[in-house]
Structures are given as structure tokens and as C-alpha cells.
């Protein structure tokens, strides 16, 4: 077969692909339709406020538990270009640093995180963060939970889908992407975000599950790799070294504050369904990279000179027959819708309900503003960002897991050890630390030493050091030392 690096979608998409295509956006639209109808005919819901609030955000706690692994899983993977861009150019080493670090994130969760956080009844994040440490605290890491939660990485991926597919400018793909998402979402809330998660979900799985067979049956398996990668490509570190490789390992276990995690657990109908919910996704996310990973690698090894972030897309193209690529396409389109709608949801939710004042909380109308600035900001990072998926991930998962992270985690390990204001300095501490040595230049060793692992060490001391000095005030005044 003869490949080209570049392709026109135009010439290579059949009438068939095309009718594929729309037929699963049409299915998808359905399914968010239906998931509106039942929702009015539960009229106990829909006639009080209250309950109409927590159907809104947590679909009244009912995730079965198929509904809650199909949310959770496609939720999960809206930067496809970013993961198999990192494999087009590493290989083996995004399996590790996108794979096998996330699930043991995801397996200290299930086992360790779920339980505890069930005896709150929180409704977000931020909302038990203030439960199990202070308001203060609570509002701090809303601030943290926005930033966290902007769907930059997958308004850039839907941006190079949209420009990739129609040749539109790469800013207004953006525009013209976020716009229809964040239309769907405001129409049906949390409950359209599940019911659309169910189709996408077999659809992504189905896709990438397709690039792998047809490229296995077309050029054979491991030893065609071998014989067409560089070595480094199966190098567990990619080649940038075991510190490096480790930050993601850190930033893996962001998913330990990450805010669609919880979300789905507070939605769950109950800790058994939420537990093994995170298990079986678990299985389904390793089957999922295996088949992403390996696809990015064929791509590479075919095309090794085309554009690393598009590849993927151009070879999966080029080797799958006709219908079966309008297929695929909607699974990569379905991959980033499912995760860019539920950030944009998360995203206002922590404008409406987490950052404002007690009068305001609950209103409709603040959340669905809330999620439409939120868009915008998105779109205007992308611009920022220049379309750098990675460096999003980088960026934000740094802030995530060195500043954030590190109080939740001893606050479960230690509960009603740590004080409001102790939570709030230790926290800034990193921010500031994480900051600071992104933008200024340190000669020697430590220009060597990533941010990430500066604000851990901030956020430690800060912790530690609060708690310190804070008993030795509280023994000197018990002695009568302070009046």
C-alpha cells in the first residue's frame, strides 16, 4: 500500500462514511433526548427545587451500574491526538505514563478513596474538600477544581477534528465545536452528558478497536514494529529519563482530586456500584490504551514523517475500508465529545455552586452562564496554548498534583488533623512555588528538577510547618505563656 502524509477528507470519505457518520451524531441526539423524557416523567423530581438542582448536577444519585462505567470510560479520553501523539513519537512510554500510572490511581480509588468520601453526601468536590476541612478550604479548591476542570486539551482536539475534516481556520473549528457541545449540555445537564456518554462509549471502544485489527491484518504484528521503530520506542522511559517519566506518575494520581471522578461517585446509587464501577473501567481503559497506543505506532512505522498530532488520524484513514472509516471517525469524535462536555459541565458547576455566595447557590441560570464563560476562557487557551495538548496536560496536572493533591490525601490518611487555614497555606505555598520555577531560569542540578516536584516539597512544608508551629502557640498558651 502506498500512504500519503497528508489526505484530502473530502476525496477520501465516501457517501457511505459520511451516512455512518451523521447516522451516530443522529443516535447520540437521540439519546440525549430520551434521557430528557425520563427525566419529566419523574415529576417528583422536576416540581421541587431542590431535587431539581441535584438531578441537574448528580442525575439524583441513580447511576446504575452500567450507566456509571459508560460515563466514567468515555469521560476519560477526550485527547485522543494528545495520547497518540505522545505514542506517534514515544511509543511504549504513553502506555506507561498515560496507562499504567492512571490505573493505579484509579485502582487506590476504588479500593481506598471511595467509602470515605460516600459518608459526606457532598455534591462536588470543593463542596467535601469544605466538609472535611474548612469553608476556606473549600473555596480555595474550587478555585484550583476551575482551573483544573478547563476543557483546553479537548477544545484543541475538536478544533484539529473540525479543521482536519472541513479545512475550516483551526480558531473557529474551535468556536463552532465548543459551541454545539456546550448547547447540548445547558439543553439536559448531567443526565444528556450520560445518556450521549452510553453511545460514545461503544462507539470510541469500537473504533480504536478497529484501527488495531485492521492494522495487525495488514502488516503483522510485534516484529513488523520492531523492525520499523526506532529502539527507543520500546523504552518504558521514551528517552527522556526515570524523573521525567515519573512526573507523570505524579500527575496520574491527580485523579485522586480530579473532579468527573468524584462527580461520578457522588452520582452513583450507591459505594458498591461505585467501587466496582472504577474496576471494570479500569479493565476496559487498559484494553482501550493497548489498542490507541498501538495504533500510533503502526502510524508511525507506515508514516513516520507525517504530522505527529494528525497521523493517527491520516493513517487510520488510509487503511480501513469504506463505512467502517465513518465508523472510526465518529468513535474519535465521539472520544472527545464525552470528556469535553462533562468538563464544561464540572467547569460551571464549580462557577455556580461552589464559588458563589450561599443566595446564589442552586441557580440554574449561573450554572448555565457559568458553563458558557467557561467555554469561551477554553477556546481562548487553546489559542494560548497554540494547540499544544501535552503542555495543557503538563500545566495543569503540575498545579493539580503538587498544590492540591497532597492535602487531600493527608486529610483522608489523617482526618481532622489538618486546619482550614492550614489547608489554604500549604496550598498557596505550592502554587507559588510551582510558579516561580516555571519562569525563572536556575542554573545547574536544579534547572533539572521539574516544577512538580518543587511544589510537592512546598506543599509538605507547609503543611508540616503550619502544624507545627501552630502547636507551639497552643502549648504556650495552655502553659500561660500568650495572654
Known sequence: MNFDLTINYKTILTKIDWIVFFSILILTIA????????KKRQKKITSDKELAFLDLLLMGRQLTLPMFVATLVATWYGGIFGVTK???????????????????????????????VAKYKALTLPDLVGQMFGPKAGKLSAVFNFFNVLPIAYVISLGLLIQALFGIPFLQSMIIGVTVVVLYTLYGGF??????????????????????????????GIGFLKANLPTS?????????????LVWGFIALSTLVDPNFYQRVFAAKNVKVAKRGI???????????????????????????????????????????????????????????STLDSYLFIAGTTVSYDMMPKKLKGKVYIHNSGIIIVGIIAVLMGVVFKGNIKAVWKTLGSYSASCLLLPVLYGYIF?????????????ILGVITVTIW????????????????????????????????DKYFIKRKNNGCVT
Open 415 to 427: 482526618p481532622n488533623k489538618i486546619k482550614d487555614y492550614q489547608f489554604v497555606f500549604a496550598s
Open 31 to 38: 439519546a440525549i433526548i430520551y434521557g430528557q423524557y425520563r
Open 191 to 220: 443526565r444528556a452528558i450520560v445518556f450521549s456518554d452510553i453511545v460514545q462509549f461503544f462507539v470510541m471502544c469500537i473504533g480504536v478497536f478497529l484501527v488495531l485489527a485492521f492494522s495487525y491484518k495488514i502488516f503483522g
Open 86 to 116: 505522545i505514542a506517534f513519537e514515544q511509543g511504549i512510554f504513553n502506555f506507561i505514563t498515560q496507562g499504567v500510572f492512571w490505573y493505579i490511581a484509579y485502582i487506590l480509588f476504588a479500593f481506598f478513596i471511595t467509602h470515605k
Open 279 to 337: 474496576l471494570i473501567s479500569t479493565i476496559i481503559w487498559i484494553l482501550f490504551d493497548i489498542c490507541t497506543t498501538s495504533g500510533a505506532m503502526y502510524a508511525r512505522a507506515v508514516i513516520p514523517e507525517a504530522a505527529s498530532d494528525k497521523a493517527y488520524l491520516i493513517y487510520a484513514l488510509q487503511i480501513l475500508p469504506d463505512g467502517i472509516k465513518g465508523l472510526v471517525l465518529a468513535g474519535i469524535l465521539a472520544t472527545i465529545l
Open 233 to 245: 520506542h520500546f523504552s518504558p522511559t521514551g528517552g527522556v529519563g526515570i524523573a521525567t517519566t
Open 438 to 469: 516555571r519562569n525563572i531560569s536556575i542554573p545547574g542540578f536544579w534547572q533539572n528538577v521539574d516544577e512538580l516536584y518543587m511544589g510537592i516539597i512546598a506543599t509538605s512544608l507547609g503543611l508540616a510547618s503550619y502544624g507545627l508551629v
